[in-house]
């Protein structure tokens, strides 16, 4: 495992050996950040990690992730504005933005979130993780339970 910390940039990565997706997980909560690395990595997926907001732009041109999966919530900065940035920079990544609301969800697909993923649902965001790595990023709205549907942009 290897470790790399762009300067000031409160992020680390973690490479795990030769995996097929990389993914960029953006939590400022330290308990979530873990668990949902260890989901992740558990997955087969090489999971590199930001606290903050300011760090997840440098990291992303260190690590190119396929997949950024973002925390709207974050203390040093909006999470749209993020969306936003993140999609200008690496157009081709799929942005998966995960909230505690769903009032934040019209917003984070206007500025270029694929996915949106109420937390802590991490059922929902292994369906997401799936529809990915099965590459049916177009897949329709899909019924979950508890009231709750998984739709892409």
Same mark, same amino acid.
């Given at each position: 495992?290897?470790?790399?910390?762009?300067?000031?940039?409160?992020?680390?990565?973690k490479r795990?050996?030769?995996?097929?997706?990389?993914i960029?997980?953006?939590?400022?909560?330290?308990d979530?950040?873990?668990?949902?690395?260890?989901?992740?990595?558990?997955?087969?997926?090489?999971?590199?990690?930001?606290?903050? #907001?300011? #760090?997840?732009?440098?990291l992303?041109?260190?690590?190119?992730?396929?997949?950024?999966?973002?925390?709207?919530?974050?203390?040093?900065?909006? #999470?749209?504005?993020?969306?936003?940035r993140?999609?200008?920079?690496e157009?081709?990544?799929?942005?998966?933005?995960?909230?505690?609301?769903?009032?934040?969800?019209?917003?984070?697909?206007a500025a270029?979130?694929d996915?949106?993923?109420?937390?802590?649902?991490?059922?929902?965001?292994?369906?997401?993780?799936?529809?990915?790595?099965?590459?049916?990023?177009?897949?329709p709205?899909?019924?979950?339970?508890?009231g709750?549907?998984?739709?892409?942009?």
């Open positions: 495992m290897s470790v790399i910390e762009p300067r000031g940039a409160g992020a680390v990565v795990v050996g030769l995996v097929a997706r990389r960029l997980v953006v939590e400022d909560d330290a979530g950040l873990e668990a949902l690395s260890m989901l992740l990595e558990a997955h087969g997926y090489e999971v590199s990690v930001s606290c903050t #907001g300011n #760090g997840v732009l440098p992303a041109a260190i690590v190119r992730p396929d997949v950024v999966v973002m925390d709207l919530g974050l203390p040093d900065t909006d #999470g749209i504005d993020l969306i936003r993140v999609r200008a920079a157009p081709a990544t799929t942005i998966v933005a995960f909230s505690g609301s769903s009032e934040n969800e019209r917003a984070a697909r270029g979130a996915w949106f993923v109420l937390k802590p649902d991490s059922d929902t965001l292994e369906h997401v993780l799936a529809c990915l790595r099965d590459q049916r990023s177009e897949a709205a899909v019924p979950l339970g508890r709750l549907t998984l739709a892409q942009r």
